[in-house]
């Protein structure tokens, strides 16, 4: 999801679990057995916290790996990543690229959904471009660039504004404030 679908005042076992709990013969909650299995999730995703952690204590691009996590459960082969990076910091953003090729070598499929046309170029086999709903174009990333991607989504060729202005004098003063309350 986009947006993270999360239970803050949950753990992340509970989290993970949430609608598929693991039950003993007598029908009560496996809470050892949910346990043990988020462990050896997390251990897999390299996040190195307590599954009894409440997902409220944790950093987002942490909770986005319990997301991931939650996928992996289900032993999903296809994990569609909307822009997963668009609320995380850079250490969290090499985190996850470190997931996803993991992921890749384990045969996985991830659709990753972004308008940071880098973060493509790093991680991507292929591309879709859509615009206006519609599918546009499909290729590999080998042999393309930035530009010819930016034509592909809008339709047309994008000139490059170029700052022609010149660099302020560095003794010139710019801003002057002076008795501000």
């Known amino acids: 999801h986009q947006e993270l679908n999360l239970i803050p005042d949950l753990s992340i076992t509970e989290n993970i679990f949430l609608g598929r709990e693991l ?25 190195n916290v307590s599954p009894d952690i409440l997902i409220r204590d944790l ?5 986005q790996v319990v997301e991931i996590a ?28 470190g997931i996803i090729e993991q992921l890749r070598a384990e045969g996985k499929i991830i659709a990753y959904i972004s308008h940071k046309l880098d973060e493509l170029f790093r991680i991507a086999d292929d591309f879709v ?27 047309r060729d994008i000139a490059r504004l170029e700052d022609r202005r010149t660099p302020p004098d560095a003794a010139e003063e710019l801003l002057s404030v002076a008795a501000l309350s």
Not at 59 to 63: F, H, P, T, W
Not at 70 to 97: C, F, G, N, R, W
Not at 133 to 150: F, L, N, P, R
């Open 23 to 47: 039950t003993d013969r007598w029908g009560l909650l496996n809470k050892k057995a949910m346990r043990e299995r988020t462990a050896v999730l997390l251990q897999r995703l390299k996040l």
């Open 129 to 155: 471009v859509l615009r206006d709903g519609q599918v546009t174009e499909t290729g590999s990333m080998k042999g393309i660039d930035h530009d010819a991607i930016v034509r592909k989504m809008v339709g």
């Open 59 to 63: 950093k987002v691009g942490q909770q």
């Open 70 to 97: 939650k996928a992996l459960l289900l032993e999903s082969q296809v994990i569609i990543m909307d822009e997963p990076t668009s609320a995380i910091s850079e250490a969290e953003v090499e985190i996850l690229y």
